[in-house]
């Protein structure tokens, strides 16, 4: 069964730190580009962070630019999300995508995760 099951959400204060994880089960991210997208209540789903195959290339909205950090394990299974300096504006739930099907920020991507909340207060 394809899977993509995020981790590592949670609760922090402005300025704080979360490192989200997400898992791939029969599904590699060695050929196909992977990413990171959010939803806030009431917003539509938004490009946070994409990774090419190769690990080289990488994608992020200009919200994030210099706070955040996306990275993949040798193995291809596993995308990581490093997020530093969090805002409020951050909060929502974030969801782990694989195989993308137009532009890498664009939320057009064959698998989804399930998501994980992201709350960040002031």
Same mark, same amino acid.
């Given at each position: 069964?394809?899977? *993509?099951?995020?981790? /590592?959400?949670?609760?922090?204060?402005a300025g704080?730190?979360?490192?989200?994880?997400? &898992?791939?089960?029969?599904?590699?991210?060695?050929?196909?580009?992977? /990413?990171?997208?959010?939803? &806030?209540? /009431?917003?539509?789903?938004? /490009?946070? &962070?994409?990774?090419?195959?190769?690990?080289?290339r990488t #994608?992020?909205?200009?919200?994030?630019?210099?706070?955040?950090t996306i990275?993949?394990?040798? &193995?291809?299974?596993?995308?990581? *999300?490093?997020?530093?300096?969090?805002?409020?504006?951050?909060?929502?739930? #974030?969801?782990?995508?694989?195989? $993308? *099907?137009?532009?890498? *920020? $664009?939320?057009?991507?064959?698998?989804?995760?399930?998501?994980?909340?992201?709350?960040?207060?002031?």
């Open positions: 069964q394809v899977q *993509l099951v995020e981790s /590592g959400g949670g609760s922090v204060q704080g730190s979360l490192r989200l994880s997400c &898992a791939a089960s029969r599904l590699s991210f060695r050929y196909y580009r992977g /990413g990171w997208f959010r939803q &806030a209540p /009431g917003k539509e789903r938004e /490009g946070v &962070a994409v990774i090419e195959p190769s690990g080289t #994608y992020y909205a200009d919200s994030v630019k210099g706070r955040f990275s993949q394990d040798n &193995a291809k299974t596993m995308l990581t *999300l490093q997020m530093n300096s969090l805002e409020p504006e951050d909060t929502g739930m #974030y969801y782990c995508a694989h195989s $993308s *099907l137009d532009a890498p *920020l $664009s939320p057009r991507y064959r698998y989804w995760g399930q998501g994980t909340q992201v709350t960040v207060s002031s």
